[in-house]
Each structure stands twice: as structure tokens, then as C-alpha cells.
């Protein structure tokens, strides 16, 4: 990518000097609107991060489905999201890691079409600048769970276009994983959030080889059809064609783990990282036949200061378009997104280990302009991936089931 322009440049510092005017906001604000301290302790050590408490939030939906990755359906919605619910086990809560209760809805009527209790892992967090100038701190979540049709959706259409043929076989459950920002404005206090729930064709979230506890039988569920959430609904224009895809060096963000073992105190710091994604060429993963080349054939290969890693492996890892954000005036901004699923080699420093893993998360390309806690600018995007450990004490690849995650890597690209 080429070097900003002289406006951009402008607006950079015009945005520098807005985060450093946050120091002089009120105590509420400046509360919420702080870094996650990860990076205050030395890799492969314990950390007490600092997360802010989020509220619920209502906002517009949009409900879609790929199949041969062409846009099969394009349906407006709404969305209740409860407040992120800290997991408690004897002892206390585990760090860092929530349950999201998700219930997509008709808007108007407010008809429940789709529920779930989703676990949400932590990722990281950054500020953004908005147009008009005010600072936005932005907490990114991954997810992972079920979500469950209800029955006025199942009584309303059996199309297979709407409800996967999977959740049949499986308690009328169907698995999604992808991430939510929650956005804090931190002139006004509002909250808000921009999100994706992907779920996809048999190739990835239906497996069978011992891979999944929900193989796809020898006829399949859905090769060819995928489905996928998004918030918000108002201003997204699905496009599984030519949203871009992460290309570029990177020199940051950072590696973590979740060192399951010492529970519920599990967080560890953060190593720095350093690497590169590249691409490899565009196609349909999702099809008996041909379609639009809505899967990027991605590697992804990024170091950590203190020997961890995340590289390619002999497996696939792809970055499914799903389309984009046009208002400029709403969070998140002009942002495309991807969907991120696939194997990558994972190497845990801290553990000592060397793993091939299924990886699941999301890339935000574009939106407002991003800064770290050092009012230093970030890349434009940012790629969220985590590992799906069966369990925490079991490094066998865990398919398309609610799945703990272990690894955690936020990669910066230009």
C-alpha cells in the first residue's frame, strides 16, 4: 500500500491530538477508555488485565447465505446483545473469558428467529478516532457457540437456504464462531458494537476424520451453502467477490495464551510479533461445481519476541469475504470484512509446544483511523484469530462445536 496522502497525514495528527486531549476527559471516560494492560508484564507471565463492564446493546442485523459463495439470501433483522457475562468457577471468574447471549430477532415485531449463549474469549483493544473527532475505545471479543432457531423460524420457512439442514442431526443446534468490537464513545459514554457469526459449509465446520464431533455424513449437510450474521444490518453491503483480503508485512500486534492449567487465573502476557500475511490466490471452497472465488488462500506467518508463532501449515487457512460498512458516521466506519477459518502451525513458547491447529476469527479492513496507548497509529487492518482446543487439557483439533480457545493472535496489516 502506499504512503498516505498529505490529508490523511493531517487527519493523523489532527486525531493524535484528540486521543492526548482524553487525558483531560472526565473519570468516567477515562476509565473505560484505557488500555487492557497485557503488554505490562513479561510474556509467558500471569496478568490482572483492566476490562471494562459492557452493557447490552439492540441495534440492526442482517442474516445472509452463501451458496457456490454467491449471495443466496440478503435478509434485514434486528438483534438483542445481553451484556457479556464473566464465566465463574470455583475460586472466581475466568480471566478473560465471557458468555454473550445473542438473540437475532424480526425488527418491528421483535419475533426471536435465532438464540444462542455464545463464550467469547478476549482479544485485545485500541482507540479509534471518529469523523467528528471524538475518541472511541474498541474492544474486540471472539466467539464461539451455538445458536438454535426457534420454533416461530421453523414454522415460518424450511428452506435450506434459512435454517442448515445440520440442526437436525444435532439438537436443533447449528455452531457459529467470529468476533464482536464493542465500541465506547468516550465524549458521550454510548455504547455500541459492529460483529459477524459465521457458519460454514461442511468443508470446514463439518469435517470427518475424528476432526469434529458433528461430521458431515457420506450425502452431506450443506456443502455448498454457508451462513453468516452481521451487525450492523443498516449500511452493510454483502460482496463476496471483491472485499479485500490482509496482504502485507506486519509488526504487530501480539501473541498470548491462556494458560488453562491455572484456572480461573489463566491470562498471560502478551509478546510482540512480528511476520507477514500473504495471499495465494482466490476460490470457492464451498462448491460441487464452480463459483465466485469468495475464499483467499491465505498464510499467515508472524513471530513472537519470545519463540511463539503462528505459520503456515499443509492445511488450508482462507479469508472468506463477506462484504462491507458504508456509513462513515457509524461505528465501525468504511470497513470490510472477512471471515477467518483454517489450519495454521501453532508453536506455544511458553508451554513448549508445536501444534497443527484449526483457527477461527475475523480480519476488519478500513474504518476510523486507529491508535494505540501510545498515540502511536495502527495498520488498517487488523486480523483476530484463536485456536479451537478440544478442551483445556487436549491439543486434538475440536471442529464446528463450542470450543475453548488456548492461542491467540492479533496481527496488524497495512
Known amino acids: 500500500m502506499s504512503r498516505p496522502h498529505r490529508s ?52 440492526t442485523s442482517k442474516f445472509i447465505c452463501f451458496r457456490d ?8 433483522l434486528c438483534v438483542d446483545i445481553d451484556p457479556p457475562q464473566p464465566i465463574t468457577i470455583p475460586g472466581g471468574a475466568v480471566c478473560g473469558v465471557y ?45 464461539n457457540g451455538d445458536m438454535k432457531p426457534t420454533a416461530f423460524l421453523l414454522n415460518a420457512t424450511t428452506s435450506p437456504n434459512f435454517i442448515p439442514s445440520c440442526r437436525t442431526s444435532f439438537g436443533n443446534k447449528v455452531y457459529f464462531g467470529g468476533y464482536v468490537d464493542y465500541a465506547f464513545d468516550c465524549g458521550t459514554s454510548a455504547w455500541t458494537a459492529a460483529w459477524a457469526l459465521n457458519h460454514d459449509c461442511d468443508t470446514f465446520h463439518h469435517p470427518t476424520g475424528g476432526f469434529s ?41 501480539a501473541l498470548r495464551w491462556n494458560d488453562w492449567g491455572t484456572l480461573p487465573n489463566i491470562c498471560r502476557g502478551e509478546e510482540k510479533v512480528a511476520g507477514s500475511v500473504q495471499s495465494f490466490g482466490s476460490f470457492c471452497v464451498c462448491t ?5 472465488a469468495q475464499y483467499e488462500n491465505t498464510s499467515v506467518n508472524v513471530a513472537g519476541g519470545c519463540g511463539s508463532a503462528v505459520q503456515p501449515s499443509p492445511v488450508i487457512f482462507t479469508s472468506k469475504r463477506i462484504g462491507r460498512w458504508t456509513n462513515a458516521v457509524v461505528f465501525p466506519g468504511l ?80
Open 335 to 414: 470497513e470490510d470484512l472477512n471471515v477467518n477459518l483454517g489450519y495454521l502451525t501453532y508453536t506455544n513458547a511458553c508451554k513448549g509446544t508445536n501444534t497443527l491447529e484449526f483457527f477461527e476469527g475475523a480480519t476488519t479492513l478500513g474504518g476510523n483511523p486507529g491508535f494505540d496507548y501510545f498515540m502511536q497509529p495502527l495498520d488498517r487492518a487488523f486480523m483476530d484469530i484463536g485456536t479451537s482446543n478440544k478442551n483445556p487439557n487436549n491439543t486434538v483439533i475440536w471442529i464446528g462445536v463450542p470450543h475453548v480457545t488456548e492461542g491467540i493472535a492479533n496481527i496488524n496489516v497495512p
Open 8 to 59: 490523511v497525514r493531517t487527519s493523523r495528527l489532527a486525531s493524535f491530538f484528540a486521543i492526548a486531549a482524553l487525558a483531560l476527559a472526565p473519570l468516567p471516560a477515562r476509565a473505560q477508555c484505557s488500555p487492557d494492560l497485557f503488554d505490562t508484564v513479561p510474556c509467558c507471565n500471569p496478568v490482572v488485565p483492566s476490562l471494562p463492564v459492557i452493557p447490552a446493546v439492540s441495534q
Open 99 to 143: 458468555l454473550i447471549r445473542f438473540k437475532v430477532k424480526t425488527c418491528g415485531g421483535g419475533q426471536i428467529l435465532w438464540q444462542g449463549n455464545l463464550r467469547a474469549h478476549y482479544s485485545r483493544n485500541w482507540l479509534e478516532i471518529d469523523p467528528t473527532g471524538v475518541a472511541v475505545g474498541v474492544w474486540r471479543f471472539l466467539l
Open 69 to 76: 459463495c454467491a449471495t443466496q439470501a440478503n435478509v434485514n
Open 288 to 292: 460441487l461445481s464452480s463459483g465466485p
Open 213 to 253: 464431533p458433528r461430521p458431515a455424513p457420506g450425502a452431506g449437510f450443506h456443502p455448498t451453502r454457508t451462513f453468516t450474521f452481521v451487525g450492523p444490518g443498516a449500511g452493510f453491503v454483502v460482496d463476496p467477490v471483491t472485499t479485500p483480503v490482509p496482504v502485507g508485512p506486519s509488526v504487530a500486534d
